[in-house]
């Protein structure tokens, strides 16, 4: 049975919480996006309802992003997913030879079409299109006459995954692998997340402790009900549903870091994080190694 879509629309407005945040980071865009939406809102709204600013997040934000990037590589045909108020389309789109598919569910997606019209305007690169990551016969643009079935697809989604059920994560493996199946490629996450690795992050940052209460109140959903139990759970998960695993540290961008002076955050802190923070590539178990 699929959960109704105003179930996820809930979770639409954790993207303005995120963007806020990513305005203290050199990510491009980011400040202008944050203008635009009034993120500065969301904050006064945490504050009047008592809820604390999850200022840490700033670095698993900033990291995940980046490290995600690294992972890109020289990939040409990139379909994010629940993409919120992310600019990563924005600044890979200057890029002509890359093809870049944005989604995300009708509303949120409508307000960032209108951010990137204000932003860069069109880009005949550059495809917005709403995807209900979940839905059941897919959105996924499988057919798409502007994607190549000769050269592979990177799909990426950060920030989603941790607010799905887990029979909704199975329908959004079971939407991917049938991309995959068609283009190759693979999937590369930071969202397949584990009690073990998230409460070690917890266990350093106040911010984080705190952030599954106040999504908890915005999204009517309880992240650590739909969490992993540890990563031997992912790595079952994930095969079960047709699909390798590989993780990587996101330790790796740690010089890159630029939002620790703005939001006074520790380095020791900062390291401490990123340390227990991965991204997965997901790879279908009988892909092509020429692929990717
Ligand atoms: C925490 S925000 C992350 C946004 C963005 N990826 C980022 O990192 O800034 C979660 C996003 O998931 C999207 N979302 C929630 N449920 C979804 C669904 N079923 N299909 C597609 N997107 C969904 C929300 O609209 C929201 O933009």
Known sequence: MQSPTNSFDKIS????????LRQFTDIP??????????????????IENNLNRPVEVGVWLEGRYKSV?????????????????????????????????????????SQKQEIVKKLIGNR??????????TSDPSQFPLHANYLDTQKPVVITCEGL????????????????REMLEIYGGMWITPDLNDKVGLNKMRSFSPGLQNISRTTAEITGRNVDDYLFENPDHVKQFAQLQGFTIDSYN??????????????KIDVEIAK????????????????????V
Request: proline share 6%; aromatic share 6%.
């Open 13 to 20: 407005p954790t993207a303005i919480m995120v963007a806020e």
């Open 29 to 46: 865009y980011s400040k202008e996006i944050a203008q635009l939406v009034n993120a500065q809102a969301v904050v006064e709204k945490l």
């Open 69 to 109: 990037n690294k992972l890109i590589g020289q990939a040409t045909q990139i379909i994010e997913l629940a993409s919120g108020l992310q600019p990563r389309g924005m600044v890979m789109t200057e890029n002509p030879d890359i093809i870049f598919i944005e989604s995300d569910l009708p509303g949120i997606l």
């Open 124 to 133: 005949p690169n550059y495809h917005l299109i709403p995807i209900n990551v």
């Open 161 to 176: 995954m941790m607010h799905l059920t887990f029979a909704e994560k199975q329908m959004v493996f079971k939407n991917i």
């Open 250 to 263: 996101m330790l790796e961008i740690i010089d890159s870091l630029t939002c620790l002076e703005p939001l």
């Open 272 to 291: 401490s994080m990123l340390a227990n923070a991965f991204v997965s590539v997901l790879k279908l178990k009988n892909s092509n190694p020429n692929w």
